[in-house]
């Protein structure tokens, strides 16, 4: 699906990407660090399809360029209005909000099936929330916010068609085939 690309006015731009660094002040090298780390201790499932898409961006949301904020919120300090997992600066000049979800495909029964309806239904709903609350806060037109859903199941694809919301997603066993290949790369390179 392709999107009309708009730009922010390098005012808009430049404030919101100076209140980024305040808040989220580590460089680029230092999150990378961070993910990897994640790779090789992954205790937490959700924070490993995070360190995914962190070390794939440009493979899954190629337009991304920089990422801004990670698990911050984008509206100052009230993080009850909630936090957003990904704020990446675009390529063309517009920011790229991505919610993560890690949803549980592979448990079975009538349970499980309305458990992932319900987190597939809830990221949606986080991505276009933190839009608005975005938008109302900056000041900042909403065509300059793309919005981004990354799970593990790729039943949620044509439900971003409809809410104008980019999907990705890779299945459970590819991300842990993806940790077991990476995390070796990691281990064997640090040898050397």
Same mark, same amino acid.
């Given at each position: #699906?392709? #999107?009309?690309? &708009?730009?922010m006015?390098a005012?808009? $731009?430049?404030?919101?990407?100076? &209140?980024?660094r ?13 993910? /990897?780390?994640? %790779?090789?201790?992954? &205790?937490d499932?959700?924070?490993? $399809? +995070?360190?995914?898409? =962190?070390l794939?961006?440009?493979? $899954?949301?190629?337009?991304? *360029?920089?990422l801004?904020?990670f ?7 009230y ?5 957003c997992?990904?704020?990446?600066l675009?390529t063309?000049g *517009? ?8 949803? !549980?495909?592979e ?10 309806n319900?987190h597939?239904?809830k %990221?949606?709903?986080?991505? #276009?929330t ?5 938008? @109302?806060?900056?000041?900042? +037109?909403? @065509? ?8 593990? !199941?790729? !039943? %949620?694809?044509w439900?971003?068609n409809? #809410?104008n919301? %980019?999907?990705?997603?890779? *299945?459970? @066993?590819?991300l842990? +085939? ?5 995390? *070796?790369q990691? =281990?064997?390179?640090?040898r /050397?």
């Amino acid at each position: #699906m392709r #999107m009309k690309q &708009y730009y922010m006015t390098a005012d808009e $731009l430049n404030k919101f990407v100076s &209140y980024c660094r305040k808040i989220q002040p580590q460089s680029q090298l230092d999150i990378r660090r961070f993910f /990897e780390g994640v %790779v090789c201790f992954p &205790y937490d499932k959700e924070l490993l $399809l +995070q360190a995914y898409l =962190f070390l794939n961006i440009h493979n $899954l949301f190629p337009s991304c *360029s920089e990422l801004l904020l990670f698990e911050k919120s984008p509206i100052a300090d009230y993080t009850d209005l909630g936090k957003c997992d990904f704020v990446y600066l675009t390529t063309t000049g *517009s920011l790229f909000l991505i919610e993560t979800k890690f949803i !549980d495909t592979e448990a079975t029964g009538a349970t499980e099936r309305k458990r992932r309806n319900k987190h597939r239904n809830k %990221v949606f709903e986080q991505v #276009m929330t933190l839009k608005s609350r975005f938008s @109302e806060y900056w000041d900042i +037109q909403k @065509e300059y916010l793309t919005c981004g859903v990354f799970t593990t !199941d790729a !039943d %949620v694809s044509w439900r971003g068609n409809s #809410m104008n919301v %980019v999907t990705q997603s890779i *299945s459970i @066993e590819n991300l842990e +085939q993806w940790r077991r290949q990476y995390y *070796s790369q990691l =281990f064997i390179g640090n040898r /050397e």
